[in-house]
């Protein structure tokens, strides 16, 4: 879906919403979308409105783990993209608790 943002964010009554938006591809992590994961949950952990992180997915399939056309980690932008452990060391490490709404 050309155009279409890989995440979604929002705050919402003290919850930062986080919706994985790629639905044609089940949610795969893709670099770009892993680096937009970390730069929301950066934000929202060191946002003052913020005092919980819920993180989802549209459509059918919450995640579908690593795009392989595109695995976590690879260049974006000519940038060194993110890893995926270093979204996952974010979440372990956030200081707000962060609550996964599974669909799928």
Excluded: F
């Excluded at 705050?11 to 795969?28: L, Y």
């Excluded at 919980?52 to 932008?77: F, N, Y």
């Amino acid at each position: 879906m050309e155009g279409q943002q890989a995440t979604l964010y929002e705050i919402n009554d003290g919850a930062a919403w986080i919706t994985i938006n790629r639905p044609e591809n089940r949610n795969a992590m893709s670099a770009i979308l892993v680096n937009e994961l970390y730069a929301h949950l950066s934000n929202a952990n060191e946002s003052s409105e913020v005092r919980a992180i819920v993180i989802t997915g549209t459509g059918p399939a919450c995640c579908a783990g690593a795009d392989v056309k595109s695995p976590p980690g690879q260049l974006v932008d000519g940038a060194q993209g993110v890893t995926y452990p270093e979204v996952l060391n974010t979440i372990l490490e956030s200081p707000k608790p962060v609550i996964a709404a599974v669909n799928g």
